[in-house]
C-alpha cells in the first residue's frame, strides 16, 4: 500500500503493515471487515471490549433511536475501564424504557464484562462533522466530571 510516511521512510508501519487504527477481522473466505477502531477499545479488567459490538447490540433494542458505549477511567481499579451507553430513545419510548432494559437485553448478547455498567439516556447525543456519533466528546465529559468530583 505504502511504504510509510514522507519524509520518514517506514513511519506508521508494524510489521510491514500500515497501522491504520482499525481493528479488522478476516472470515473463512479470507475477505477483511473493519470491525472497530483501537481507540475505541476499552479494557476492563484486562479483557478488550470493543465498544462498536456494544453499539450495535445496543441498536438492536426496538427502543433505541441511537447508542453506544464507551470505556471509562474505573476509579476502583487503575488503568481498568467500565463500559457506559449513552441512548437517545425513540420518542414513543420515552420514559417507557429503563436502565435494567438496556442492561438485560445487553445481558442476553454479551459477554458479562461488556455489558455496561452505566446507562445514560440523552435527548441528544454529540456528532462529528460527518454525523457520526462523537464518543471522544463523551468521553472527555466523563473524564471531566470524575475530576472534578474527585476535586
Known sequence: V???????????????????????????????????????????????????????????????ADGVAIGIPDPDRPGSDRIKAFIRLKPEYEGKVTTEDIISHCREKLPPYSVPKFIEFRKELPLTVTEKIFK??????????MKAKAE
Do not use: C
Open 2 to 64: 505504502m511504504k510509510g510516511y514522507w519524509p520518514e521512510q517506514g513511519k506508521g508501519l508494524v510489521d510491514g503493515w500500515l497501522a491504520t487504527g482499525d481493528v479488522v477481522k478476516m472470515d473463512d473466505d479470507g475477505y477483511f471487515y473493519i470491525t472497530d477502531r483501537v481507540k475505541d477499545m476499552a479494557n476492563v479488567s484486562g479483557l478488550k471490549v470493543y465498544t462498536r459490538l456494544v453499539d450495535d447490540v445496543l441498536y438492536e433494542h426496538p427502543a433505541v
Open 136 to 145: 471522544r466528546q463523551l468521553k472527555e465529559e466523563e473524564i471531566a466530571k
